[in-house]
């Protein structure tokens, strides 16, 4: 009887769950849909002497028509240039190099600006040295719609940085690119970020890895282990595996580069250990890495037959194959 009483109340729990469950859902997608008008300066890098281009963007906008925006920066670091390619059908700007400002007005002729509008391109040239930064900092004067109601549009603003410094360049290579489980068999994949360069010349400071299955590590050489591999349910799927290097100013950048990781003595990468991955271990047996640092570059099947990355194509990786025979990755 009590079981009853409890099955007639279920339905109604249900209906109200899922009306709440409907009430947060639509209040998600209103959230999402109701973002906010920003205007921002993208950071910008420079070399001494140097120029580079950035822009002031109003961002998210419906029925914009007219803008008055100042932008300060530090005139011992950075001079601009030029103000100008604005998205506004009249603009206007006046320099300050000597106190660090520009005032800038844009208006349209009546029918309105919408989505990410250009206020201006910004050329900046540096007159600081080397490693100096000088904040580029917004404030909204007027921010209003076309037509005659002067209604102000609401906005957030994004300062940038200029940069007297270049970033680094990431580059990431992975030794071996196939195999690289590591849980059993002696199979480490070995990442080297060294040919990772800062263009003008910083050190750099910094090499960190996110090896794409929760674990990190640091250094421009350094070998991680996977202790399984991703199995989508008709092949595997590679780790993407990001190096992110930083020089001595701070700056950063980052690479990214997959790797395989197969189940331990499968060659092909067919998700099975059997008779084909003895064939190509077979073909290549007695083949060497070429290109140094356990680097297969080049030599894809040879990468391949050799399942314990030890840089050569023998009887390990046989046995390997020997004693896994007919695994399978699901
Ligand atoms: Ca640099
Ligand atoms: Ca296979
Ligand atoms: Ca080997």
């Given at each position: ?175 071996h ?125 040879a990468d391949?037959g050799d399942l314990?990355n030890?840089c050569i194509v023998?009887?390990?990786d ?13």
């Amino acid at each position: 009887m009590k079981n009853d009483m409890w099955k007639k109340k279920r339905p109604g729990v249900a209906v109200l769950y899922t009306t709440l469950f409907l009430l947060f859902v639509s209040f998600l997608t209103l959230s999402a849909s109701a973002s906010e008008t920003t205007v921002s300066i993208s950071d910008t890098f420079l070399k001494p002497d140097e120029t580079a281009v950035t822009s002031i963007m109003i961002k998210n906008v419906s029925y914009l028509g007219a803008a008055d925006i100042s932008l300060a920066f530090d005139p011992s670091v950075v001079h601009l240039v030029s103000v100008a390619n604005s998205d506004f059908d009249l603009f206007d700007a006046v320099i300050d190099n000597s106190t660090g400002s520009v005032k800038a007005v844009g208006a349209d002729f009546g029918d309105g600006l919408y989505g990410d509008v250009k206020f201006a391109d910004v050329t900046l040239k540096a007159v600081g040295n080397h490693g100096e930064i000088s904040a580029l900092n917004i404030s909204i004067n007027v921010l209003k719609e076309a037509g005659p109601d002067e209604t102000t549009i609401p906005a957030a603003v994004d300062n940038g940085t200029a940069f007297i410094n270049l970033p680094p360049v990431a580059i990431a290579f992975s030794a071996h690119r196939y195999n690289n489980v590591g849980s059993s068999y002696p199979c480490q994949t070995i990442f080297n970020a060294s040919a990772s360069y800062d263009p003008d010349g910083d050190a750099i400071t910094n090499y960190t890895w996110d090896f794409g299955d929760g674990y990190s590590g640091e250094g421009p050489m350094i070998e991680h282990a996977y202790s399984n591999c991703k199995w989508n349910g008709t092949g595997y799927e590679p780790f993407n595996v990001s190096l992110t290097v930083k020089d001595d100013g701070g700056l950063a950048n980052t690479a990214i580069i997959q790797v395989n990781v197969y189940i331990a003595g499968d060659a092909t990468g067919d998700g099975r250990v059997n008779i084909l991955d003895a064939v190509i271990v077979g073909r290549e047996w007695g083949e060497k890495c070429t290109c140094g640092n356990f680097c297969w570059e080049g030599q894809d099947r040879a990468d391949r037959g050799d399942l314990n990355n030890d840089c050569i194509v023998n009887i390990l990786d046989a046995a390997i194959i020997g004693a896994n025979w007919g695994d399978v990755a699901w």
